[in-house]
């Protein structure tokens, strides 16, 4: 039984009225489980895109992705990828924000709201639960400097 992720022959193809972008072209690897793996590139090469064909947001045009030896289509809740942009909603604060997902999924219960808390402050951002996404880059930026 294979451990991992694996990508088989993934290919994606984007098409509009007057043309077609070949994102990726038959891509095929495998990540076993608790690996890491880096994925870098220039711009435009098809970086997003494989995670969002990994993730389940997009469907390849053509290959097949397994999770431990098993074909997965659509979204599942145990893959997902944090992109380089946090993406914060900055009317919300930290802890809004982390509780978003457990809302969109009518997942929110005293239960899970606990285990977000223990997270956070298991992670050290205990102390910025209330505060909103400009406030933290403020306090970033002035504790920050540059010798």
Known sequence: MNNG???KHISKTYQDT???V??????????TTGEFVSIVGPSGCGKSTLLSIIAGLEKPSTGTVLLNGTDITGTISN??????????LNWRTVYKNVLLGLEIKNMLCD??????LNLLKTYG??????????????RHEATC???
């Open 145 to 147: 400097s540059i010798n």
């Open 111 to 116: 239960e899970t709201k606990t285990y977000a």
């Open 18 to 20: 007057k043309s077609e």
């Open 79 to 88: 893959i997902g990828y944090m992109l380089q942009k946090d993406y914060l």
């Open 125 to 138: 951002l205990n102390d910025f639960l209330n505060k909103y996404p400009s406030q933290l880059s403020r």
């Open 22 to 31: 070949t994102a990726i072209k038959d891509f095929s690897f495998t990540f």
């Open 5 to 7: 992720l694996t990508l």
